[in-house]
């Protein structure tokens, strides 16, 4: 097996992997593409105008147009004639057409028509001012954790749509991802996109996708579901709030045996301030057993809006708080745990009242009070007040002071109870 990438952008671009043949005839279509002519402004296909070129790669080159019949700008994503002529190139972009045909999303770059021209395979496409996460993050560096749960929400949910119409996208990378002007997000690319009713004629055991974000089940050439794309957007959230990949490798044996066989690092040994909870959902979304992850993109993006980071306004509009002063869902007690220790300390407190009651009160009310002359009733009075000197107060003053002694010193105290304060407080 042999891997081949697309050098057009600093990322590599997509990766396929194949016998040698189908590997060298995409070597050569790839010559063809980078030695073709671009189109010059003014030139017209159909009724489209050419204005400027936008971009392009190993599945077609985009450019900006003018629809002369409905006046409106758009994008023609065209496969130069060359490319055309090898069936694989034009098999994918055909399945790309009728991928993303199925589609009508507001987080999904629309798919207005496709037509063949004398230059090539069109795609004409949704048209918007913006930049992709890629470049947001080469010319920003790390995106704050509010704003990457913003993007992913959005992002998400064009992907739950992909996923409900049975579409695997298969290469949710930064530079797919783009981000409008006016703060919206759009999904791009469908090129290497699987439809899951129907049959792939790509090579047995074939592997497509962006090796710096592949999963570890396209590597190894397995059936790949719906859960690919979580572990591919695990990747990318991972590199939009840290700055860096999990993975990257000198090659590309070492870079696949990494994304199967190694463990990845934490994002918060490059982001401390990352917030534990955001930390465990990007682990779990790029767990290798695809069974431990997400199992869906509805599931994972309930699970960022449930770390409390995102809060919605009247108006539709999102509003993420700072996300610093917020704690992790998963760390610290849990309210199940906080409940059963208030009714250990119910139980604690239960138990003390009951021993004192047990060992003060009740032999108090239990025993008979035993009966007194006033002689011995003054005696008690005397031996129990406390020896203080005070000044000597008049007669009368005297015997209601004593009277008062009585009163609270009706049980004689045996000496060397520790436990009369007590006896005396509850008596009271």
């Given at each position: 097996?042999?891997?081949?990438?697309?050098?057009?952008?600093?990322?590599?671009?997509?990766?396929?992997?194949?016998?040698?043949?189908?590997?060298?005839?995409?070597?050569?279509?790839?010559?063809?593409?980078?030695?073709?002519?671009?189109?010059?402004?003014?030139?017209?296909?159909?009724?489209?105008?050419?204005?400027?070129?936008?971009?392009?790669?190993?599945?077609?080159?985009?450019?900006?147009?003018?629809d002369?019949?409905?006046?409106?700008?758009?994008?023609?994503?065209?496969?130069p004639?060359?490319?055309?002529?090898?069936?694989?190139?034009?098999?994918?972009?055909?399945?790309?057409?009728?991928?993303?045909?199925?589609?009508?999303?507001?987080?999904?770059?629309?798919?207005?028509?496709?037509?063949?021209?004398?230059?090539g395979?069109?795609?004409?496409?949704?048209?918007?001012?913006?930049?992709?996460?890629?470049?947001?993050?080469?010319?920003?560096?790390?995106?704050?954790?509010?704003?990457?749960?913003?993007?992913?929400?959005?992002?998400?949910?064009?992907?739950?749509?992909?996923?409900?119409?049975g579409?695997?996208?298969r290469?949710?990378?930064?530079?797919?991802?783009?981000?409008?002007?006016?703060g919206q997000?759009?999904?791009?690319?469908?090129?290497?996109?699987?439809?899951?009713?129907?049959?792939?004629?790509?090579?047995?055991?074939?592997?497509?996708?962006?090796?710096?974000?592949?999963?570890?089940?396209?590597?190894?050439?397995?059936?790949?579901?719906?859960?690919?794309?979580?572990?591919?957007?695990?990747?990318?959230?991972?590199?939009?709030?840290?700055?860096?990949?999990?993975?990257?490798?000198?090659s590309?044996?070492?870079?696949?045996?990494?994304?199967?066989?190694?463990?990845?690092?934490?994002?918060?040994?490059?982001?401390?301030?990352?917030?534990?909870?955001?930390?465990?959902?990007?682990?779990?979304?790029?767990?290798?057993?695809?069974?431990?992850?997400?199992?869906?993109?509805?599931?994972?993006?309930?699970?960022?809006?449930?770390?409390?980071?995102?809060?919605?306004?009247?108006?539709?509009?999102?509003?993420?708080?700072?996300?610093?002063?917020?704690?992790?869902?998963?760390?610290?007690?849990?309210?199940?745990?906080?409940?059963?220790?208030?009714?250990?300390?119910?139980?604690?407190i239960?138990?003390?009242?009951?021993?004192?009651?047990?060992?003060g009160?009740?032999?108090?009310?239990?025993?008979?009070?035993?009966a007194?002359?006033?002689?011995s009733?003054?005696?008690?009075?005397?031996?129990?007040?406390?020896?203080?000197?005070?000044?000597?107060?008049?007669?009368?003053?005297?015997?209601?002071?004593?009277?008062?002694?009585?009163?609270?010193?009706?049980?004689?105290?045996k000496?060397?109870?520790?436990?009369g304060?007590?006896?005396?407080?509850?008596?009271?």
């Amino acid at each position: 097996m042999l891997a081949k990438f697309n050098q057009t952008d600093k990322l590599p671009g997509t990766l396929v992997i194949t016998d040698f043949a189908e590997r060298r005839a995409r070597e050569l279509a790839r010559e063809e593409t980078s030695n073709h002519d671009s189109l010059e402004p003014g030139t017209k296909l159909d009724r489209y105008l050419i204005i400027e070129k936008l971009g392009g790669g190993g599945m077609g080159i985009v450019y900006k147009a003018q629809d002369t019949q409905l006046q409106r700008t758009v994008a023609l994503k065209i496969l130069p004639s060359p490319l055309c002529q090898q069936v694989e190139y034009i098999h994918r972009f055909r399945a790309e057409a009728q991928a993303h045909a199925r589609l009508n999303h507001p987080n999904i770059i629309t798919l207005y028509s496709s037509f063949e021209s004398i230059a090539g395979a069109v795609l004409v496409m949704e048209y918007v001012e913006g930049q992709t996460l890629e470049q947001r993050i080469k010319r920003s560096g790390t995106i704050s954790s509010a704003e990457a749960i913003r993007i992913f929400d959005m992002a998400l949910r064009g992907v739950e749509h992909i996923h409900a119409r049975g579409i695997v996208h298969r290469d949710l990378k930064p530079g797919n991802i783009f981000l409008t002007q006016d703060g919206q997000v759009k999904l791009i690319d469908f090129g290497v996109a699987k439809i899951m009713d129907q049959p792939e004629r790509s090579a047995h055991r074939t592997m497509v996708g962006t090796l710096l974000y592949i999963s570890p089940e396209q590597i190894n050439g397995y059936t790949t579901d719906f859960r690919s794309d979580v572990y591919t957007l695990g990747v990318t959230l991972f590199e939009t709030v840290t700055g860096r990949l999990p993975f990257e490798r000198r090659s590309d044996y070492a870079l696949m045996h990494a994304h199967v066989q190694e463990r990845p690092p934490r994002p918060t040994e490059f982001q401390r301030r990352l917030p534990q909870g955001l930390e465990w959902t990007i682990m779990k979304a790029i767990e290798k057993d695809p069974s431990r992850r997400f199992q869906s993109a509805s599931e994972f993006r309930r699970t960022l809006l449930k770390l409390g980071l995102v809060e919605r306004r009247g108006n539709g509009k999102e509003k993420a708080p700072d996300l610093v002063k917020q704690k992790a869902p998963a760390t610290g007690p849990t309210s199940r745990r906080l409940l059963a220790g208030l009714c250990v300390d119910t139980a604690l407190i239960a138990s003390v009242i009951g021993l004192v009651y047990t060992l003060g009160v009740y032999p108090l009310k239990a025993s008979a009070p035993v009966a007194q002359t006033p002689a011995s009733k003054t005696a008690t009075a005397v031996a129990a007040a406390p020896k203080v000197k005070t000044p000597i107060a008049p007669a009368a003053k005297r015997e209601t002071t004593s009277k008062k002694i009585m009163v609270a010193s009706n049980t004689p105290e045996k000496s060397g109870d520790k436990y009369g304060s007590l006896r005396r407080a509850w008596s009271d």
